[in-house]
């Protein structure tokens, strides 16, 4: 079993920052590919940024330049550094990794509010 922990989201005025994690514990061999997705009111479930476990990244088009995604593979935890944040950015942001032997694995989501 893995379980994804996400923290970090809240209420921010627009052009502010907010830093979130994602946590994963539980009994795993390997964790691949980490990600960050978001879900705003009424649309679907879209990919905002995924970091592999070598490091490599991939970035939305609405979010290149202003999210950094990182991740600490000893601490099995990603992180989203998110800057310049519009009111659009509002969305419940959710943690999804990929896991060796076990499938995809997703956080219960983190609310991110960005006033204007």
């Known amino acids: 079993q893995v379980q994804l922990v996400e923290s970090g989201g809240g209420l921010v005025r627009a052009g502010g920052s907010l830093r979130l994690s994602c946590a994963a514990s539980g009994s795993f061999f390997r964790i691949n590919t980490m990600g960050w997705y978001r879900q705003a009111p009424g649309k679907q479930r879209e990919l905002v940024a995924t970091?592999?476990?070598?490091?490599?990244?991939n970035y939305a088009d609405s979010v290149k330049g202003r999210f950094t995604i990182s991740r600490d593979n000893a601490k099995n935890t990603a992180y989203l550094e998110m800057n310049s944040l519009k009111p659009e950015d509002t969305a419940v942001y959710y943690c999804n990794a990929e896991v060796s032997r076990f499938g995809i694995a997703w956080g219960q989501g983190t609310q991110v509010f960005v006033s204007s």
């Open positions: 970091v592999t476990s070598g490091g490599s990244l």
